[in-house]
């Protein structure tokens, strides 16, 4: 097993119809499908309609037909160019679907987000509430993808201004998509990780990076107040002896 199941699961969140087979998953490290459908990031779906042959060596796909027996029973079969008609086990044939809740839910809790919990475009954007972070109450968004062709019809639904918090499943925002800070805008991918069967976020990272631009802020008042002071300085050196220095309301 990877030391993070997570690993393998962000490309599969970046594919739009998020759903797996048991051929997809079947590179996957032992123990990585068992830990994401523990934590509800995987559900089972529909039954595939095409499926690779296993009974030749050609990894060719073929359309899958149901077939109903008098007892009820249904079985699978697929035609092979070498073998004819071959029996698919259903197992072989479930879709995994990829379940963007399970994270989202966690986000609410882990942050003690106030306020419900809004899909405002179904698998793509989630308003999760408003959580304290990095001194300040902010909204906190989920986006998923943000990178594909077709972001930019998610402009309307994703929030704006200094204040938000906008978590990433996926690729990079595309230019223009977004109308945030780039401090606001997280990569979950750097900050969430799933460890014995539970998910763990590393809030410090997401506050010290909402804070990253508000402290380059306070470092430039130092500068400014200093360069002040040494103008009054220079001033007061050319004072004539006996003359006390110049109040500073005269050099405004």
């Not at 690993?7 to 759903?19: M, Q």
């Not at 030749?56 to 077939?67: D, K, M």
Request: hydrophobic share 40%; aromatic share 6%.
């Amino acid at each position: 097993m990877s030391p993070d199941p997570l690993d393998v699961f962000w490309p599969a969140a970046e594919v739009e119809a998020a759903a797996l087979t048991i051929d997809e998953m079947a590179s996957w490290p032992t123990g990585v499908f068992e830990a994401l459908t523990k934590v509800g990031l995987l559900r089972e779906g529909r039954t595939a309609s095409r499926v690779t042959c296993d009974a030749c060596g050609e990894s060719h796909v073929q359309e899958v037909t149901p077939v109903r027996y008098r007892d009820g029973t249904v079985r699978f079969f697929i035609r092979c160019p070498e073998h004819g008609r071959v029996e698919v086990d259903r197992s072989d044939l479930l879709q995994w679907s990829v379940d963007f809740k399970s994270i989202v839910q966690f986000l609410a809790a882990e942050l003690a987000t106030e306020g419900d919990v809004q899909e405002r475009v179904p698998r793509r954007v989630w308003q999760i509430g408003r959580a304290a972070l990095a001194g300040r109450s902010r909204p906190v968004w989920m986006g998923r993808g943000l990178s594909w062709p077709n972001a930019s019809t998610l402009s309307g639904f994703l929030p704006a201004g200094k204040s938000p918090v906008l978590l990433v499943l996926g690729g990079a925002p595309r230019a223009g998509v977004l109308s945030l800070p780039p401090d606001s805008v997280v990569s979950l991918g750097q900050v969430l990780t799933l460890s014995g069967g539970e998910f763990d976020l590393d809030r410090r990272a997401i506050e010290d990076q909402l804070s990253a631009s508000r402290g380059e802020g306070k470092q430039k008042s130092p500068v400014k107040r200093a360069s002040r002071a040494a103008a009054i300085d220079v001033l007061e050196s050319d004072l004539p002896p006996g003359v006390g220095p110049l109040p500073i309301t005269d050099l405004c």
